[in-house]
């Protein structure tokens, strides 16, 4: 069974520092996609990540960057020089690449609070 | 700007009404289109599977009497909440399926519809 854990609910720091976001991730799947959004106040889900499972580079977007680790099944996103503006609930998902619905399983979660 | 489009984005209905909520794709066609619910300060459940031209796949515990799926076109598929309750009361939120990621997993998500039922 796929499964997305992200163990932090909440996660409050100052405004530029570095913050990490947990994602471990279970799936018997040996192909498969892991997701990353955010979800700011207004409710909408933006879009930050897709990895492929056979594609383990990391990856630097600006001040976003992502980690993932096929060996401990993580898919760690950093924050670095966090702003306000990323005060939002970061979901990580997974799905798998072959099934016939690629339907996305979302773990529960961590509410991000950048204080000023 | 937005490739996947939901209406309206705020509804108050009265307890045992209607409700029909409208999820289109902008600038393709789906053929899938999945609708979640997501419970205040909750994570997204997948509720089911629409399939243009099929019945909606739903997920073990949503009941399908209760949440009417039809996606009657490659551009437009609806949730309607039948005869809805207090406990109906929340976000939906459509996503769909891209042209050719099928297998990719490439998900445009709606804006999401938050529903109370008083």
């Known amino acids: 069974a796929q499964k997305v854990t992200q163990a932090q609910t909440e996660i409050s720091v100052v405004e530029k520092e570095d913050v990490t976001l947990d994602c471990v991730y279970e799936?018997?799947?040996?192909?498969?996609?892991l997701f990353w959004y955010k979800q700011p106040p207004s409710g909408e889900l933006v879009f930050l990540i897709r990895?492929?499972?056979?594609?383990?580079q990391n990856e630097i977007s600006g001040r976003y960057s992502w980690n993932f680790q096929k060996s401990t099944s993580s898919f760690n996103f950093t924050i670095t020089a966090s702003q306000v503006v990323d005060s939002a609930v970061y979901f990580c998902?997974?799905?798998?690449?072959?099934?016939?619905?690629?339907?996305?399983?979302f773990g529960s979660g961590t509410r991000l609070s950048i204080r000023p | 700007g937005a490739v996947v489009s939901q209406h309206p984005s705020r509804v108050i209905c009265k307890s045992g009404t209607s409700v029909k909520i409208e999820c289109r794709s902008l600038?393709?066609?789906?053929?899938?289109m999945f609708w979640y619910r997501q419970f205040p300060k909750q994570s997204l459940m997948l509720m089911a599977t629409?399939?243009?031209?099929?019945?909606?796949?739903?997920e073990q515990g949503v009941e399908k009497d209760k949440f009417l799926i039809n996606h009657a076109s490659l551009t437009l598929s609806t949730l309607t909440v039948t005869s809805a309750h207090p406990e109906d009361s929340s976000f939906y939120i459509c996503?769909?399926?891209?042209?050719?990621?099928?297998?990719?997993?490439?998900?445009?998500f709606g804006e999401g519809s938050r529903l109370t039922v008083l």
């Open positions: 990895r492929n499972s056979f594609d383990e």
């Open positions: 629409s399939n243009e031209g099929s019945k909606a796949t739903y």
């Open positions: 996503s769909a399926l891209s042209p050719g990621g099928r297998n990719t997993g490439e998900l445009f």
């Open positions: 998902a997974l799905s798998e690449a072959y099934s016939s619905a690629s339907k996305i399983i």
């Open positions: 799936t018997r799947d040996t192909t498969y996609y």
């Open positions: 600038d393709f066609q789906a053929t899938t």
